[in-house]
C-alpha cells in the first residue's frame, strides 16, 4: 500500500532563518507531488507541484522554492523565513497520469516564524 | 475568478442529520471533491462527484448540480468524531483542486 510522510511536524523557527521540509511517499513510482500551505480560517493554498523529477511549477510568487531530487521525494525550502510564512504545511499525492483522481496528504508541518 | 462558498460554522447534536452546502465558481469544471479534517490534522478524502445526482456512501452522501454549481454532503446518524472542518474543492479546467475555507461542523451530546 502507498504512504506518504512529512517531516517534521511542527517547527518553530526566528524570521530569516532557513526552512527544509521534507516529504516521501512510498509503495507508487512517478506521483504527482504537491506542497500546501493552509493558513487558519482560509483554504489550501496551492504552492507547487511537481509531475516528475526536476519538474517544478509554481503557483503562488513568494519567498520559497520546491525541488524534487527523486521520483518519491518532494522538498520545500527557504532561504530567509518571513513572518508571513507561519501556516500547516501539507504534503500531497496523486497517482501519475491521471489527472483526475483523490488526493493523499501527509501528517502535516506546522511552521511558527517568531 | 474563482470562488467556493461553505457556511464557516455549523453545530448540530448527535444522532441528527446535517447538510453542508457549497456554491462554487470555477473556470472550467471537471468534479468535485470533499474532504474531512480534524483540527491539527491532514484532511482526508471523502466524496467525488463529477455527474449530477446523489452519490452515498455509507452514513455520508454528497449531491451536485453542474448546472447552479451547488453541492451538500450530507451526514446521517451523526457521532462526535464526525466533529471536524468539511472542506469543498471543485477541480478547475486545469485539473487544480480550489479549496473552500471549510465548514467548521461542532457536535453537541
Known amino acids: 500500500s502507498q504512504t506518504i510522510h512529512q517531516w517534521p511536524a511542527t517547527l518553530v523557527q526566528p524570521v530569516g532563518s532557513p526552512l527544509s521540509l521534507e516529504c516521501t511517499v512510498e509503495g507508487t513510482s512517478n506521483p504527482n507531488l504537491y506542497w500546501y500551505r493552509q493558513a487558519a480560517g482560509r483554504g489550501l493554498q496551492l504552492l507547487f507541484y511537481s509531475v516528475g523529477i526536476g519538474q517544478i511549477s509554481s503557483e503562488v510568487p513568494q519567498n520559497l522554492s520546491a525541488s524534487r531530487p527523486q521520483d518519491r521525494q518532494f522538498i520545500l525550502s527557504s532561504k530567509k523565513l518571513l513572518l508571513s510564512d507561519s501556516g500547516f504545511y501539507l504534503c500531497a499525492w496523486r497517482e501519475g497520469g491521471r489527472e483526475i483522481g483523490e488526493l493523499f496528504f501527509g501528517e502535516g508541518s506546522r511552521l511558527t516564524v517568531l | 475568478g474563482q470562488n467556493i462558498d461553505q457556511p464557516t460554522e455549523m453545530t448540530a447534536t448527535e444522532g441528527a442529520i446535517v447538510q453542508i452546502n457549497c456554491t462554487y465558481q470555477?473556470?472550467?469544471?471537471?468534479?468535485l471533491f470533499w474532504y474531512q479534517q480534524h483540527a491539527g490534522e491532514a484532511p482526508t478524502f471523502l466524496s467525488y462527484n463529477v455527474l449530477d445526482g446523489l452519490e452515498e456512501k455509507g452514513r455520508f452522501s454528497s449531491f451536485l448540480s453542474r448546472s447552479k454549481g451547488y453541492s451538500y454532503l450530507l451526514l446521517k446518524e451523526l457521532q462526535m468524531k464526525d466533529s471536524a472542518s468539511y472542506l469543498c474543492?471543485?477541480?478547475?479546467?486545469?485539473?487544480?483542486?480550489?479549496w473552500g475555507a471549510g465548514t467548521k461542523l461542532i457536535i453537541k451530546p
Open positions: 470555477t473556470s472550467g469544471f471537471n468534479g
Open positions: 474543492a471543485p477541480l478547475d479546467s486545469n485539473y487544480q483542486l480550489i
